[in-house]
Each structure stands twice: as structure tokens, then as C-alpha cells.
């Protein structure tokens, strides 16, 4: 019998379990389990709060499919108005631990429903190596890759999780279910990667779509929003500061320093107890 809450960033939808305080199985099974819309809770991942040595909690944090992944950006805000309201962390601005590195969130608003959160997401880096793509090149930018007889131009970057990145006139004759499955598992990238894909509205909105490895499509992608907004800014000359558009809803993404922050909603869905078999 394990508490849990959901909440979600946008429409993207979380399982989040307390591993300070009780006692948890297998975590990759779990979640699997939980996240399963039908025999399951349903979400797109799930979040575990854990103790930290080098921060002030540490997030793990695991795909639908059981697999885990290094950071989320739209789990994260969830991730940080959960602990912030659960009191396990003090004071508004306060360290994460993820297999990504520290990230930094800082509650803006909090009521007992919905917060506005700002997350540091760090740097960017472009590495080739870092993305563990299959290429002597040292970066993958604005480069063409052919999928079913079409061009397109990629660019992979690693904001959190790793990305690729796809400009594009008209989101509409974009096939996802099938493109963004074929990037995801295109040799270029023998570790699978998060796809999405940009239309340019203005200097300072774009549109994204995104397909999330091991997820499949979902309503938005923090890390894919701050991705988009780093590569619009260095090969379309777009706003150091964007509102990138999502099927959820809407993410602030700045561009300071070097670093990128991200500013946008979490949200409680509900409270319960899940019983494990």
C-alpha cells in the first residue's frame, strides 16, 4: 500500500512517491506499473523523492516504459512543488539532485492547487560524445538525415536530456507517430533520443511538438521547449527569451548567462494509495 500524488506540467502527467518515508519496490517495475493508463494509475512518468548528500533532496525520475531518465523539466516543477509542499525541503529556492547534474528550482506562486515555478536548467552542451551519437563529427547541428524518402534537418543538444531538434514550415504535415518514433530509433542515436519538432511563429513564440523516448508523443516537454529555444536562438537568430507553445499549454524559456531557465505550471491532480501485487 503506497501514497501517491499525480500532478502534471502542462499535461504532462506524473506519479510521485514519498521514498524518504515508506518503503518502495523495484522502481522500474513500479513504474511501469503505475504509469500504465490502463490497468494503472496513468502518466508519462514517475517520480521518486529521495534523500540527498549533495543537495537538498535528491529526483529520481522514470519513464512510462520502466526505463529511467536523467531529468524532466515539466516533472520537475511538479517534483519541486511537491517537496516544497510537503515541507521536506525549507525556504522557496532549494537543490535538487538528478542524474543530470543540480538543478535549482524557485517557487514563484504556490496555493494548495497550482504553482508557478522557475527552474535553472544549467547549460547547454552540443557534444557529439555527450549525446553518445553515432557520428566522428564533433556536434550534430542543422545537419540532414533522410527519413522515408524525406530530409530533414536535425540538430541534437543535451538540455537536462538529450534532444534533437527539427525546424520545420508547417507543424501540421508533421506525422509524429511515425517521424518522431523513427528519429527516436534512428541509428544516429544507438541510446534512443527525445524528439521535437519547432514551427517559428514569431522572434519570440514558438510552437513545439514533441515525441519523448520511451513515452511516446506527449501534451508537452520542458527540456524539449528549452532545447527548441537554444537551437532557434543560434541558427534562426530567435529571442534570448521565448514562450514556447505546446499542446498542454504555454512554457517561459530564458536564455541568461549561458544558462536557461525555465518558467511554467504544476499542478495537483489528485492524492491516493496504490496497492501493489
Known sequence: MLEFIKMHGLGN???IFDGINQDLPDHNELAKKVCDRHFGIGADGMMVVKQSSSSDIKMLFYNADGSQAPMCGNGIRC????????????????????????????????????????????????????????????????????????????SAVVVGSVHAVIFVDDLNKIDINVIGRKIENHQLFPNKINVNFCQIIDDTNLQVLTWERGVGQTLACGTGAASAAVVGSILYNTSKKVNVHLLGGTVEIEQRDDEIFMTGPAEVICKGVYYDK
Do not use: C, W
Open 13 to 15: 502527467d506524473f506519479i
Open 79 to 154: 517534483f519541486a512543488k511537491y517537496v516544497f509542499d510537503e515541507k521536506l525541503v525549507r525556504g522557496k529556492e532549494f537543490e535538487v539532485e538528478t542524474l543530470a547534474g543540480i538543478m535549482r528550482p524557485r517557487i514563484i506562486s504556490s496555493e494548495e492547487k497550482i504553482s508557478f515555478i522557475e527552474v535553472n536548467l544549467g547549460k547547454a552542451y552540443f557534444s557529439s560524445e555527450m549525446i553518445h551519437a553515432n557520428t566522428n563529427k564533433e556536434k550534430i547541428l542543422n545537419e540532414s538525415i533522410k527519413i522515408d524518402g524525406n530530409t530533414f534537418k536535425i
